[in-house]
């Protein structure tokens, strides 16, 4: 038994590592050699305490992560929670799309190559690689109609 507890320091931490608090560490550890003291009290024979406690305290770690993750979901249907809408207010898509109309009339005052360029990389994501690629031109170009369109409806913003 001696040797288990110099373990037991060793267990604690990998405990921590998997996620434990060191509150918790402390408590599995300390569950999982109380099992072995009642185990063995039984009348079972261990070979390797070590080993039992260690098997004991992850199966424990294991138990209580499962436990734990079992209050986070609901068994009710979708259709019978009552969910918050979290959605925008009619308020805030009025606003959105009044921003959108001010920006694309700022982009009116831009070249067509330049809007559709900023709005490749801006709406549909494409990264300035791929816009090259996909029109023809170099990276160093797709930059600079990018920042033309930026610098142009920065100085709106500014205005406004």
Do not use: W
Not at 2 to 21: I, T
Not at 129 to 144: C, D, F, H, M, W
């Amino acid at each position: 038994m001696h040797a288990l507890f110099g373990q037991l320091r060793r267990l604690k931490k990998l405990l921590r590592r998997r996620g434990a608090s060191n509150a918790d560490a402390e408590d599995l550890v300390q569950e999982a050699v109380l099992r072995l003291h009642v185990y063995t009290n039984q009348g079972h024979e261990v070979r390797d305490e070590a080993a039992f406690v260690m098997r004991t305290a992850m199966n424990l770690a294991i138990d209580a992560r499962r436990h734990a993750r079992a209050d986070r979901y609901e068994y009710e249907p979708v259709e019978k929670l009552k969910l918050p809408d979290i959605g925008p207010s009619p308020d805030e898509v009025c606003a959105a799309e009044q921003r959108l109309m001010r920006m694309k009339q700022t982009l009116d005052q831009v070249s067509p190559r330049t809007r559709d360029i900023f709005f490749m990389h801006r709406l549909q994501g494409l990264s300035h690689e791929e816009i090259a690629q996909r029109l023809g031109i170099s990276k160093s170009a797709v930059e600079k109609h990018i920042a033309s369109a930026v610098t142009t409806l920065a100085m709106e913003r500014q205005r406004e």
